[in-house]
């Protein structure tokens, strides 16, 4: 059974930063390739990063790139998103996604495990 919890969401102005964190129950961790997604109101859900377990590979949305860094720690079992210059666009519902093979994948379909969510409100 693999759980993925995270947390860090909240409420910032634009230009702020915050940084989420996703903790993943499970031996196999380091075997996962991990990911975030967002979902805004009304909106489906998009890919925003992911890092393959084997070499730490990193692959990010265009809309967020140059923004937004993830990182893993395997000894730790969590998977941060720091988000730098956040704007009213990246308002959402943050998923923390975990999959077992080492491809990484931008689409919701390939991923098996999912969080609940965390909320990230942009506003002034």
């Known amino acids: 059974q693999v759980q993925l919890v995270e947390s860090g969401g909240g409420w910032v102005q634009p230009g702020g930063s915050l940084r989420l964190s996703c903790a993943v129950s499970g031996r196999t961790f380091s075997t996962y390739t991990m990911g975030w997604f967002r979902q805004a109101p009304g909106k489906e859900r998009e890919f925003v990063a992911a890092i393959r377990q084997s070499d730490r590979t990193t692959y990010y949305a265009d809309s967020v790139k140059g923004r937004f860094t993830i990182s893993r720690d395997n000894a730790k079992n969590t998977v941060d998103l720091q988000m730098n210059s956040l704007n009213p666009d990246d308002t959402a519902t943050y998923y923390c996604?975990?999959?077992?093979?080492?491809?990484?994948?931008?689409?919701?379909?390939?991923?098996?495990?999912w969080g609940q969510g965390t909320q990230v409100t942009v506003s002034s």
């Open positions: 996604a975990a999959h077992t093979s080492s491809t990484i994948y931008t689409r919701t379909a390939a991923y098996e495990y």
